[in-house]
């Protein structure tokens, strides 16, 4: 027993012993590991310190380049400098005298001035308290030749053509400020900042000729006191001017801006390194919590072995929960929720945000799933940088994002970051060398007390998500509870237009359209309405658009043509049918395959049959519209261009696409014929159509006015409640039947 005992002594005394050796040697690494943090974070201060030093001074050089320009600016970017200084007839001195010599020199500093003039020559030149006119050779014109061509150059990369000139767009702030070409040089000994620009106008004014171009160059001297003192303003020591030689610097300095060809300047100063401070300060509070921990450490490792593996287990099973989104490197939904009902725990003011990607189907469906994936990649970088450490961005959806704002209770303040997140993510994104175009609509709810529950704050912000993409998407809404009934109608809402579709309850009703001479039927445009059985007739403009996000206006478009060309085949021969297309099924790529086999089906000629295609249709994608309306063109079919006018780039597709009809908006027809920029515009678009050989359709016509003010024009065809409203398929062939209008019956 005794020989057991000891023989248990024995081993526990191995076991402590090896316990012991272990615990030696954990706090000898652990000693080493503080010496070595504390000699590499030392060494990161001092390089951080150096880093800080260049990045200010980078920035106070940057701040002088950039109030010289804007004192620069005043003279060169000015109509009377135009008049006095690039002008032909020569310089006028008082000009000279007032704004260069007592402003520029003597009031502000400057060392010397000078203009050249197209030929190379100097016009005038102000050096200290002299002027000189037509100076001939002067030294600092050859020492700033190179800034002077950088300048010419500037000016010619950034001018537009008006008449027989050029002009700067007037209003083009970051065009103007590219004009100058600026440079850090020497002058008798002295550094300061030179700048060169071409004189030109403020306002539209004023054109400069080709070739006829003035520079005009100033330099701004930076003395020693001024050395010295900007040395002084960034606690920088010894601070000194000098050329760049790279293997005579120290490491503490800096190149200075150079635009033209003379030898670079740097600028140096001796680097202050905190390392002795911060070891001297640091190091007897490293020693005492060495020792602690020390102490600790074997305390854990010798009695509380447990304990640790059980931290171990815990540490592996939290790396294995996988907190943030594997595609953004975001915070996911459940990181997310764990932050939501923390801060709801402590009462904290908080808000909301929920992020939903507008148009993100189609670039997945235009462009692939991996550039869908490249575009939440850049979304996800976009945020972090325009968020920062203002909230939590996480990703807790396909294409939903959502941010915690801790603390944040402030409408105007969420308001305004919800703006800032909708225009960023309005910009394009460029995927593998194509712009994907997306936007984001942005749901908001804010709580300043912990009394709502974290369920039913995703509840609201879900409701006020929805209010903003029914609202036109591109904006935000906050939640109000007067949303939630909303939501709860177009749930239902959606719901009938499911079973619509599988009750077939549209109708096709058709306007006619006439010829304005003649005033007879030339055809007609299907218009299709849904006739609910729950809710009687529903406009289009409030199904159309929820049919395109739940993916049923294919299956309404089909309907709506497939009617259309059947009723048409009854009409006499001479008439047409329009059918709206949408841009889904614009982008679905089977447009004319679907148009040719309805055309088969019904038998109308595929020249009675035009579909009319909006400004939208033709932005997602214009290369594969293109291809589509040239298969639709090449069975036979026209082609109209609805609501022409009312879009940025109408003009430009009028020579893209295989276009036969333009027509009118309403907008601008209803306004007729008192309101003269309306007037301008139908005229304009009458004569263009003319001057294409293109057909021209007025639409929206309701009064004896409009009708005259539209035929006076040009306008080949028209329609609208003038003549006849739209009725219904049987009403329509009783109407063609008789070849009138209410118009010509009256």
Same mark, same amino acid.
């Given at each position: 027993?005794?020989?057991?005992?000891?023989?248990?002594?024995? /081993?526990?005394?191995?076991?402590?012993?090896?316990?012991?050796? /272990?615990?030696?040697?954990?706090?000898?690494?652990?000693?080493?590991?503080?010496?070595?943090? &504390?000699?590499?974070?030392?060494?990161?201060?001092?390089?951080?310190?150096?880093?800080?030093?260049?990045?200010?001074?980078? #920035?106070?050089?940057?701040?002088?380049?950039?109030?010289?320009?804007?004192?620069?600016?005043?003279?060169?970017?000015?109509?009377?400098?135009?008049?006095?200084?690039?002008?032909?007839?020569?310089?006028?001195?008082?000009?000279?005298?007032?704004?260069?010599?007592?402003?520029?020199?003597?009031?502000?500093?400057?060392?010397?001035?000078?203009?050249?003039?197209?030929?190379?020559?100097?016009?005038?030149?102000?050096?200290?308290?002299?002027?000189?006119?037509?100076?001939?050779?002067?030294?600092?014109?050859?020492?700033?030749?190179?800034?002077?061509?950088?300048?010419?150059? !500037?000016?010619?990369?950034?001018?537009?053509?008006?008449?027989?000139?050029?002009?700067?767009?007037?209003?083009?702030?970051?065009?103007?400020?590219?004009?100058?070409?600026?440079?850090?040089?020497?002058?008798?000994?002295?550094?300061?900042?030179?700048?060169?620009?071409?004189?030109?106008?403020?306002?539209?004014?004023?054109?400069?000729?080709? $070739?006829?171009?003035?520079?005009?160059?100033?330099?701004?001297?930076?003395?020693?006191?001024? &050395?010295?003192?900007?040395?002084?303003?960034? $606690?920088?020591?010894?601070?000194?001017?000098?050329?760049?030689?790279?293997?005579?610097?120290?490491?503490?300095?800096?190149?200075?801006?150079?635009?033209?060809?003379?030898?670079?300047?740097?600028?140096?100063?001796?680097?202050?390194?905190?390392?002795?401070?911060?070891?001297?300060?640091?190091?007897?509070?490293?020693?005492? #919590?060495?020792?602690?921990?020390?102490?600790? =450490?074997?305390? &854990?490792?010798?009695? !509380?072995?447990?304990?640790?593996?059980?931290?171990?287990?815990?540490?592996?099973?939290?790396?294995?929960?996988?907190?943030?989104?594997?595609?953004?490197?975001?915070?996911?939904?459940?990181?997310?929720?764990?932050?939501?009902?923390?801060?709801?725990?402590?009462?904290?003011?908080?808000?909301?945000?929920?992020?939903?990607?507008?148009?993100?189907?189609?670039?997945?469906?235009?462009?692939?799933? !991996?550039?869908?994936?490249?575009?939440?990649?850049?979304?996800?970088?976009?945020?972090?940088?325009?968020?920062?450490?203002?909230?939590?961005?996480?990703?807790?959806?396909?294409?939903?994002?959502?941010?915690?704002?801790?603390?944040?209770?402030?409408?105007? %303040?969420?308001?305004?970051?919800?703006?800032?997140?909708?225009? %960023?993510?309005?910009?394009?994104?460029?995927?593998?060398?194509?712009?994907?175009?997306?936007?984001?609509?942005?749901?908001?709810?804010?709580?300043?007390?912990?009394?709502?529950?974290?369920?039913? #704050?995703?509840?609201?912000?879900?409701?006020?998500?929805?209010?903003?993409?029914?609202?036109?998407?591109?904006?935000?809404?906050?939640?109000?509870?007067?949303?939630?009934?909303?939501?709860?109608?177009?749930?239902?809402?959606?719901?009938? =237009?499911?079973?619509?579709?599988?009750?077939?309850?549209?109708?096709?009703?058709?306007?006619?359209?006439?010829?304005?001479?003649?005033?007879?039927?030339?055809?007609?445009?299907?218009?299709?309405?849904?006739?609910?059985?729950?809710?009687?007739?529903?406009?289009?403009?409030?199904?159309?658009?929820?049919?395109?996000?739940?993916?049923?206006?294919?299956?309404? $478009?089909?309907?709506?043509?497939?009617?259309?060309?059947?009723?048409?085949?009854?009409?006499?021969?001479?008439?047409?049918?329009?059918?709206?297309?949408?841009?889904?099924?614009?982008?679905?790529?089977?447009?004319?395959?679907?148009?040719?086999?309805?055309?088969?089906?019904?038998?109308?000629?595929? !020249?009675? =049959?035009?579909?009319?295609?909006?400004?939208?249709? =033709?932005?997602?994608?214009?290369?594969?519209?293109?291809?589509?309306?040239?298969?639709?063109?090449?069975?036979?079919?026209?082609?109209?261009?609805?609501?022409?006018?009312?879009?940025?780039?109408?003009?430009?597709?009028?020579?893209?696409?295989?276009?036969?009809?333009?027509?009118?908006?309403?907008?601008?027809?209803?306004?007729?014929?008192?309101?003269?920029?309306?007037?301008?515009?139908?005229?304009?678009?009458?004569?263009?159509?003319?001057?294409?050989?293109?057909?021209?359709?007025?639409?929206?016509?309701?009064?004896?006015?409009?009708?005259?003010?539209?035929?006076?024009?040009?306008?080949?065809?028209?329609?609208?409640?003038?003549?006849?409203?739209?009725?219904?398929?049987?009403?329509?062939?009783? #109407?063609?039947?008789?070849?009138?209008?209410?118009?010509?019956?009256?």
């Amino acid at each position: 027993m005794a020989s057991f005992d000891l023989s248990l002594a024995a /081993a526990r005394t191995g076991v402590a012993r090896r316990v012991y050796l /272990a615990a030696g040697a954990m706090v000898i690494a652990f000693l080493a590991t503080i010496a070595i943090v &504390i000699q590499f974070s030392t060494r990161e201060a001092d390089k951080f310190a150096l880093d800080a030093d260049m990045r200010s001074t980078s #920035l106070e050089f940057d701040r002088m380049t950039q109030q010289a320009i804007s004192e620069h600016s005043e003279i060169a970017f000015w109509n009377a400098a135009v008049e006095a200084l690039a002008a032909k007839g020569g310089e006028n001195m008082d000009f000279v005298q007032e704004q260069i010599a007592d402003w520029m020199i003597d009031g502000l500093g400057y060392e010397w001035a000078f203009t050249v003039a197209p030929d190379g020559k100097a016009g005038v030149a102000v050096i200290g308290d002299q002027i000189l006119r037509n100076p001939g050779k002067l030294s600092i014109v050859e020492a700033n030749a190179d800034l002077t061509s950088s300048a010419r150059r !500037h000016f010619e990369a950034k001018r537009v053509r008006a008449g027989k000139g050029f002009l700067i767009p007037a209003g083009n702030v970051d065009v103007v400020r590219g004009l100058q070409a600026t440079a850090i040089r020497t002058w008798d000994g002295m550094p300061g900042i030179a700048i060169a620009q071409v004189i030109v106008p403020e306002t539209e004014d004023f054109a400069i000729k080709d $070739g006829e171009d003035t520079v005009f160059i100033a330099f701004k001297p930076l003395t020693r006191q001024a &050395i010295s003192e900007l040395g002084h303003r960034l $606690g920088l020591s010894a601070p000194d001017v000098v050329p760049f030689v790279p293997s005579e610097l120290p490491i503490s300095h800096i190149v200075l801006p150079n635009d033209g060809e003379a030898p670079e300047l740097a600028f140096r100063w001796h680097p202050h390194a905190p390392r002795p401070a911060i070891i001297r300060a640091v190091a007897p509070i490293a020693i005492g #919590l060495c020792a602690l921990i020390c102490a600790v =450490l074997f305390y &854990i490792v010798t009695r !509380h072995g447990r304990a640790l593996r059980a931290l171990a287990e815990s540490e592996e099973r939290t790396r294995h929960m996988a907190p943030h989104d594997a595609l953004t490197g975001l915070p996911n939904r459940h990181q997310f929720d764990q932050a939501l009902e923390k801060l709801i725990g402590r009462s904290d003011p908080v808000a909301i945000i929920c992020i939903d990607l507008d148009r993100f189907k189609e670039v997945n469906d235009t462009f692939g799933h !991996h550039a869908g994936d490249a575009v939440l990649r850049a979304v996800a970088q976009r945020f972090q940088g325009r968020i920062g450490d203002r909230g939590i961005v996480a990703r807790i959806g396909g294409d939903e994002f959502a941010v915690l704002a801790d603390g944040s209770s402030d409408p105007i %303040v969420v308001g305004h970051l919800a703006e800032r997140i909708v225009e %960023v993510l309005s910009r394009p994104f460029v995927i593998g060398g194509q712009a994907a175009e997306i936007g984001a609509s942005v749901g908001i709810t804010l709580t300043s007390d912990g009394e709502v529950d974290a369920d039913a #704050l995703i509840q609201q912000v879900d409701v006020a998500l929805y209010h903003a993409k029914e609202e036109g998407r591109g904006r935000h809404s906050f939640f109000d509870p007067s949303l939630t009934q909303k939501l709860l109608e177009r749930r239902r809402l959606e719901a009938d =237009l499911r079973r619509a579709c599988i009750r077939e309850e549209f109708e096709v009703f058709f306007q006619p359209v006439l010829d304005t001479q003649s005033r007879e039927f030339i055809g007609a445009e299907a218009l299709v309405r849904w006739n609910s059985a729950e809710r009687g007739m529903v406009s289009p403009a409030v199904f159309i658009p929820i049919a395109e996000e739940l993916g049923l206006v294919n299956t309404i $478009g089909s309907m709506v043509l497939d009617r259309a060309c059947h009723e048409a085949v009854s009409w006499p021969d001479h008439l047409m049918v329009a059918v709206n297309v949408s841009p889904v099924q614009m982008m679905g790529g089977r447009l004319a395959t679907d148009i040719a086999q309805v055309l088969h089906r019904t038998g109308l000629a595929p !020249h009675r =049959l035009e579909i009319e295609i909006t400004e939208t249709a =033709l932005v997602a994608d214009d290369e594969l519209a293109l291809r589509s309306l040239e298969e639709v063109r090449a069975l036979g079919v026209k082609i109209s261009l609805d609501d022409f006018g009312t879009g940025y780039s109408s003009l430009s597709y009028l020579h893209r696409f295989p276009i036969d009809r333009i027509k009118i908006d309403g907008s601008f027809v209803n306004k007729l014929p008192t309101d003269a920029g309306s007037a301008s515009i139908v005229r304009a678009i009458a004569q263009l159509g003319a001057s294409l050989n293109m057909q021209v359709t007025a639409e929206g016509i309701e009064t004896d006015d409009q009708y005259s003010f539209v035929a006076e024009q040009g306008c080949g065809h028209m329609q609208g409640f003038l003549f006849n409203k739209p009725v219904d398929a049987r009403s329509a062939a009783k #109407l063609f039947a008789s070849g009138s209008s209410s118009r010509s019956a009256a």
